[in-house]
């Protein structure tokens, strides 16, 4: 497979960057805190499909992310096909915000989602930025699972951001951090 990470570019506006983010949820983690430290354990639950949806007011901001120095988009490719993407950009505190990393389903397991995250990484210690940070859902088990090989470790959760979406979601925002040494 011989995909290349390259940086958004004014090139790029005329392509299609909507991934099929799908994934099948069969387990969420239980989180708990003791102390300073959360832990967290995994459950099985009946499969279901989720899908983030694309948000046009999204895409006709790209634009914003050409040439900006407190934010960026990275695409994968192979080929002609954009199999993935990560969005990130200067956080407030000084960490690299990672608002979005995506890999199309068929090129998952394939050290894709390491390299766009490599990429950030180096993008973020070029700016002298503290770490990386990121959100994701606690029945998004997959990518929590990458996060942590990865290096993140978990500085927080919150049980009631989606409610705002959706009084009834049971989903638990986890917020992890990779700090630069």
């Known amino acids: 497979m011989g995909v290349t990470i390259k940086k ?3 090139e790029d506006l005329n392509c299609s960057v909507i991934i099929n983010d799908r994934f099948t949820v069969d387990s969420i983690l239980l989180l708990t805190a003791t102390g300073h430290s959360i832990q967290y354990t995994v459950k099985k639950v009946r499969p279901y499909e989720k899908q983030y949806s694309d948000d046009p ?3 006709l901001c790209l634009q914003e992310y050409i040439d900006h120095p407190d934010q960026a988009l ?6 002609n096909d954009i199999v993935g993407l990560v969005i990130v950009r200067r956080n407030w505190n000084e960490f690299a915000y990672i608002e979005d990393i995506k890999v199309a389903q068929k ?3 394939h050290g894709i ?3 766009l995250m490599d990429k950030v990484k180096d993008w973020a210690q070029d700016n002298r ?3 990386m940070m990121l959100e994701t859902q606690n029945n998004n088990v997959g990518a929590c699972k990458f996060y942590e090989r990865y290096g993140f470790f978990i500085g927080g959760f919150d049980k ?3 409610k705002g979406i959706n ?3 049971d989903e638990i925002a986890i917020y992890w951090y990779f700090i630069f040494e």
Do not use: K
Not at 74 to 79: C, P, T, V
């Open 113 to 115: 989602g390491r390299l």
């Open 107 to 109: 090129y998952r397991r």
């Open 167 to 169: 009084q009834l979601s």
């Open 160 to 162: 009631y951001v989606y």
């Open 74 to 79: 990275f695409l994968a490719i192979e080929g």
């Open 8 to 10: 958004f570019t004014e």
């Open 57 to 59: 007011d999204d895409l």
């Open 129 to 131: 930025m503290a770490g």
